[in-house]
């Protein structure tokens, strides 16, 4: 009798798997606010991440107990879940190797990403990766520390094809209103709300470029904000149109309403799951060879959409039909 081969072998023998993340980013900045995103996390479960931001948290002049208020809060009992990454100053910034210096020995561990803001060229980002992975090194972690790297400057979607490539980038991130505001008046403020950021000629060809070069590489791309903080709705529509006009996968929240809008608007289609399960049950059983599903052949190219579907599904917490949540999840 042969034994039943497990997708993450049958599928991504030599190849890049794509990451499987929340599609949901919370941002927080002062202790108050992270320590209430870490206790939704703990309410909600593990459907959303959160970004500390010591960019735009720290005030000027507290940017070394800014840090070490997020290391703190990070090393806590409060972070059950290991979903929290940290957002540092840009590249011009003086503090920015210092954040660096302060987070990584603390939380190198556990924080689940670094993110890097405002570069204008790829070598930028090389280099804070490079002493991100030097740091790291001194202070013996053998994990790679996933990179989010925000594209919100001309230069960076000039390069957005190289940053897609570099190692450690997990997600790109389109920052709309810095973007907007180096467009110096070009993008009329309306564009940084809805329908105008969708539909601005300018916005429409920065997201799909980002969009493009992030998922031809294996990189996550991730929506900017929702600027209204009182409609749920209108985060909902904006992550329902970034999904499935935009292929956007991600997006960030900056309210704690807008975190359950996000997860629903993004969450794979309960049909589709159903089609996935049995896809894959069929795949399995026939050894990972063709097979015919309502009158539709069906090989290894759909069996990798499908299957990061399923695991879609999963981390946003849709039920998965029990046959397949028990041979793919156990």
Request: with cysteine.
């Amino acid at each position: 009798m042969s034994t039943l081969v497990h997708p993450n072998e049958a599928l991504f023998s030599g190849e890049k798997p794509f990451p499987i993340i929340p599609s949901c980013e919370h941002f927080a900045g002062s202790e108050k606010l992270i320590s209430k995103a870490l206790e939704l996390q703990t309410t909600l479960g593990p459907v959303f991440d959160i970004t500390c931001d010591c960019e735009d948290g720290a005030a000027a002049g507290t940017e070394k107990e800014h840090a070490q208020m997020v290391a703190t809060v990070l090393a806590s009992d409060l972070n059950q879940h290991h979903m929290a990454g940290v957002r540092i100053h840009d590249y011009s910034h003086h503090h920015w190797k210092k954040d660096l210096d302060i987070l990584i020995p603390a939380i190198g561990d556990r924080v689940a990403y670094i993110t890097f803001p405002k570069c204008t060229k790829v070598q930028q980002i090389e280099e804070m990766m490079g002493y991100l992975k030097t740091t790291a090194t001194l202070c013996g972690l053998k994990r790679e520390i996933p990179v989010h790297v925000l594209i919100e400057t001309h230069g960076a979607l000039k390069d957005v094809w190289e940053i897609a490539q570099l190692d450690w980038v997990q997600v790109l991130d389109f920052g709309m209103m810095d973007f907007v505001s180096g467009h110096h008046g070009a993008i009329p403020a309306s564009a940084m709300r809805s329908p105008g950021q969708f539909e601005h000629k300018l916005l429409q060809r920065a997201k799909s470029e980002m969009v493009a070069a992030a998922l031809a590489y294996g990189v996550v791309p991730a929506h900017n904000v929702t600027l209204d903080l009182k409609s749920s709705y209108q985060t909902y529509q904006d992550a329902s149109r970034a999904r499935n006009e935009f292929g956007f996968l991600r997006m960030w929240s900056i309210y704690p309403t807008q975190i359950s809008a996000i997860v629903d608007a993004m969450k794979p289609d309960y049909s589709e799951i159903l089609d996935a399960a049995n896809i894959l049950l069929a795949a399995q059983e026939n050894n990972w060879g063709p097979i015919q599903y309502q009158g539709e052949l069906h090989d290894r190219a759909t069996y990798r959409y499908y299957w990061q579907l399923l695991q879609k599904a999963k981390i946003t917490h849709v039920k998965i039909p029990e046959a397949a949540a028990s041979a793919f999840f156990g």
